[in-house]
């Protein structure tokens, strides 16, 4: 498409899969917002949020429903694009920050506030981040070697999700019960009592490293055909890894503290937006809108699928990421990859 001395490159097979994802996470948002023990018609959700409803409806709508369906969306968002540098980086399917050790740093982060020092929520938040980002350095530093290979990053990455894992149980083992249970509550990872304390840091730092990202999508599909290959078409390969890497694990980290450990998003939603373009590259957009989609059809399942008994959105994203992750190396395996 040419206009003038530019130009633009798009495939429609993948500008329509966004724009088809862009509808349904719409859709499944005003769903959600209208779920509960107050239900309101999609029309009147739609109504509501334009400043035509109920006094009633605009409370439950815009005060307590809303935060929540709107944390949903940009937690999503950023495990998505997250999950899609990693793996473009890694060039490996399981190169999800879940997998390899930044979601559990962020977790180790946010139970030492709460088990040792009894912090606040936002405390424990602010945990989280550092701990992610301490994480990510050390892995980093690990796996550099005149470079860091795709396999590398991912086995060191392992190895020290789960060294974390045994620190995270330790810290559960010497915690108090009342901490204890907060501890364990928030690493189920859940979007209940969600407001607009945690939206709006969520939001803010989404507003500054999503664009970030999306700018280096053209450096990071280069990336993926190695670092000579990179190299030699201009980028500069060790900056532009350093600069996507810390916004992928600062988004991981900023989700994570508003949500909790929410697993296998970042790992599911850029393979399936691949196989849904059917695109090479990152596939940044459709990764980001179909970690939303997923985790709002997830949040809706969990709300609602089970009559009173209301699972928190981690289990069911464990579930449904769990059988994802079997298929996924089943398939890897036949293929010959691993």
């Not at 894992?165 to 990872?189: C, E, S």
């Not at 670092?227 to 060790?238: H, P, R, T």
């Not at 996507?244 to 503290?257: I, K």
Request: with cysteine.
């Amino acid at each position: 498409m040419r206009a003038g001395g530019l130009s633009l490159r798009y495939e429609p097979r993948a500008l329509f899969s966004v724009l088809g994802l862009v509808v349904l996470a719409l859709a499944f948002a005003v769903v959600l917002i209208g779920s509960g023990d107050f239900p309101i018609a999609p029309g009147d959700v739609v109504a509501t949020l334009l400043g035509d409803g109920t006094p009633v409806q605009e409370f439950a709508v815009m005060e307590l429903r809303l935060p929540r369906v709107l944390v949903a969306v940009f937690v999503g968002a950023a495990l998505g694009v997250g999950g899609a540098v990693f793996q473009s980086i890694s060039r490996n399917p399981l190169g999800s920050p879940d997998v390899i050790g930044f979601g559990q740093g962020s977790t180790v982060g946010a139970l030492v506030v709460i088990v040792l020092f009894q912090g606040s929520a936002a405390a424990a938040a602010g945990g989280a981040v550092v701990g992610g980002l301490i994480t990510a350095t050390v892995i980093y530093l690990l796996a550099w070697k005149r470079g860091v290979h795709g396999y590398r990053l991912v086995l060191v990455g392992i190895g020290a999700a789960a060294m974390l894992t045994a620190v995270i149980h330790y810290l559960i083992t010497k915690a108090q019960l009342v901490d204890a249970t907060r501890a364990v509550v928030w690493m189920t990872g859940s979007l209940e009592g969600r407001d607009w304390e945690q939206f709006w840091p969520l939001f803010a730092v989404s507003c500054v490293l999503l664009p970030v990202v999306l700018g280096h999508g053209r450096a990071l599909r280069m990336l993926e055909m190695g670092d000579d290959a990179a190299y030699a078409l201009g980028v500069k390969v060790e900056r532009t890894r350093i600069v996507l890497m810390a916004s992928a694990v600062l988004l991981v980290a900023v989700a994570t503290a508003a949500a909790g450990p929410i697993v296998f998003v970042s790992l599911s939603a850029p393979q399936l937006a691949r196989r849904l373009t059917r695109s090479p590259g990152p596939n940044l957009a459709a990764s980001a809108f179909l970690g939303t989609a997923l985790l709002l059809v997830a949040d809706w399942t969990a709300t609602n699928a089970f009559g009173e008994r209301r699972l928190p959105v981690g289990v069911v994203t464990g579930v449904l990421g769990g059988c994802y992750l079997l298929w996924l190396l089943v398939s890897e395996r036949k293929a010959g990859r691993i």
